[in-house]
Each structure stands twice: as C-alpha cells, then as structure tokens.
C-alpha cells in the first residue's frame, strides 16, 4: 500500500534552517510527481511546493520562493524540502503528497515550529 512517511520538523528561530524528508513506497516513486503541504492551526491545508517525476520541473508557492527548495532522490524513494530563512509564518504541520491512480495519498505530517 502506499505510505508516505515525513521526518525532519521541529523548533527553529527566525531566520534558520530545516530540512523535511519524506519516505516514499507501495508506488512507482520515480513516475510520480510529488508535492509538500502545510497546515497552520485555524488554517486550510495549503499547497507549499511540487516537483515531477524526473526532478527537473518544480514549483513553489508565492509565499516561500527563493526560500524553500524541493529535491528528490528517485534511488531512495525520497522527497525533501529544504527550507531557509524560517518565518513565524511558517509554522505548520508540514505533509508530503502523491496522487496513484487518481487517488490522493497524504504522510501524517511533521511539525515545523519557528519560534524565538
């Protein structure tokens, strides 16, 4: 079945750095595009950023261009998103995504707290 696993949140001042990884498997990981999301408390789930299968194509959501990276590794099965510059904006649960067979699939998140 497919999982998708994320690992990497926690607490981290203005200004820092954090790196998510999402474990992949139970799909073809490198013919699938892939997506990061977050939610904030009292907030809808919000698209963050996506990358397609080959890595090449990605995109990022206005509010963390230039910020936030998204890279795969297709060897490992892995997502990251690697994030700079951390706002307080940013705190939220942050999840990884995967659409199979027009059916989406969605890890169990991982808090991204940015806090001084």
């Known amino acids: 079945q497919v999982q998708l696993v994320e690992s990497g949140g926690g607490l981290v001042q203005p200004g820092g750095s954090l790196r998510l990884s999402c474990a992949a498997s139970?799909?073809?990981?490198?013919?699938?595009?892939m997506s990061w999301y977050r939610q904030a408390p009292g907030k809808e789930r919000e698209w963050v950023a996506g990358i397609n299968s080959g890595g090449i194509i990605t995109n990022y959501a206005d509010s963390v261009k230039g910020r936030f990276t998204i890279s795969r590794d297709n060897a490992k099965n892995m997502v990251y998103l690697q994030m700079n510059s951390l706002k307080p904006e940013d705190t939220a649960v942050y999840y990884c995504?995967?659409?199979?067979?027009?059916?989406?699939?969605w890890g169990q998140g991982t808090q991204v707290t940015v806090s001084s």
């Open positions: 139970g799909f073809t990981f490198s013919g699938s595009s």
């Open positions: 995504k995967v659409i199979v067979r027009w059916a989406a699939y």
